[in-house]
């Protein structure tokens, strides 16, 4: 099993997209590569820790791959916009790839520069290694499998 972290805007989205992605075995939602320890969802919305709102992937990658779960990634962001995805705006809606395995930075700079022949403006989506990760508190895990009204930036249509 593989796993990858990715930060695409409000993360309740992110994590009901991605629970419907056959190969994706699990998903939690937390804050990811910040200052300081287990912060809090308000510490987080100040924009004073540097963390991102982020979904924690563990995947089967004899099921899918990398490079498909990168592809499904940018269907759901902008990733020319800066601290930003939808109506959510802060440093901690800013998109980010966070790996774990060093091996998968290659996959990802491919992927990007693919990417890019689709926009005018710069990709802007940060990639870096995973520093840290703390999951957010239990309301936010699975928020809109819980509250199917929720805001989201992902088009329902869009989710399985």
């Given amino acids: 099993m593989k ?6 805007g409000c993360f309740w989205g992110v994590q009901a997209y991605f629970d419907g992605i056959r ?3 699990k998903t939690k939602v937390g804050y990811a590569n910040g200052n300081g320890k287990n912060p809090s969802y308000e510490e987080v919305c100040s924009g004073n820790t540097g963390f991102a709102e982020a979904c924690f992937l563990k995947y ?5 791959g990398l490079e498909k779960l990168l592809e499904m990634y940018w269907k759901v962001i902008d990733p020319t916009l800066v601290d930003r995805q939808g109506n959510d705006r802060g ?8 790996y774990i395995d060093e091996d998968d930075v290659n996959i ?6 693919n990417q890019q022949k689709n926009y005018k403006k710069k990709i802007v989506t ?18 809109l499998e819980k509250n ?4 989201c930036h992902i088009p329902k249509e869009l989710m399985n």
């Fill in 126 to 143: 940060e990639v870096l290694p995973l520093e840290n990760f703390y999951n957010a508190e239990g309301y936010h895990q699975k928020y």
């Fill in 91 to 98: 440093n901690q809606y800013r998109t980010g790839i966070y």
């Fill in 23 to 25: 190969g994706v075995l």
């Fill in 60 to 64: 089967d990658p004899q099921i899918i």
């Fill in 148 to 151: 199917p009204g929720g805001y």
């Fill in 108 to 113: 990802i700079k491919k992927s990007i520069e």
């Fill in 3 to 8: 796993n990858i972290v990715f930060a695409g």
